[in-house]
């Protein structure tokens, strides 16, 4: 059984800053994505950004996050990060991360493994 776990959510100013982390085990688990995805109550989960777990390490955006989230792997760890910059209120959400061998990374539905989520609140 796979299983994902994040951490890192809190609240923070806008402007500020925060690192989500999701470790993925087993450790032997090998998919195509992982990936942040964000939720609020009354919307539908939308995709934040993911990345491709392979040499190519390529990563894909919401364009309402471009140039301030960045997304990242550590293979040995089997961690992927998302570096949330310059944080917005409109960022409040429960974060989630997904893995999973997926033809459209940014849409939630073909993803297998999901974390239970991790809160972000951004204050104005």
């Known amino acids: 059984q796979v299983q994902l776990r994040e951490s890192g959510g809190g609240s923070v100013q806008a402007g500020g800053s925060l690192r989500l982390s999701c470790v993925a085990s087993p450790n032997s688990y090998r998919r195509n994505y992982m990936g942040w995805f964000r939720e609020v109550p009354g919307k539908e989960r939308e995709g934040v950004a993911t990345?491709?777990?392979?040499?190519?390490?390529?990563?894909i955006y919401a364009d309402s996050v471009k140039g301030r989230f960045t997304v990242s792997h550590d293979t040995a760890k089997n961690t992927v990060f998302l570096q949330m910059n310059d944080l917005k209120p409109e960022d409040s959400a429960m974060y989630f991360c997904?893995?999973?061998?997926?033809?459209?990374?940014?849409?939630?539905?073909?993803?297998?493994?999901w974390g239970q989520g991790t809160q972000v609140t951004v204050s104005s």
């Open positions: 997904a893995a999973g061998a997926v033809l459209y990374p940014l849409l939630p539905g073909d993803y297998k493994y």
């Open positions: 990345i491709y777990t392979s040499a190519t390490g390529a990563t």
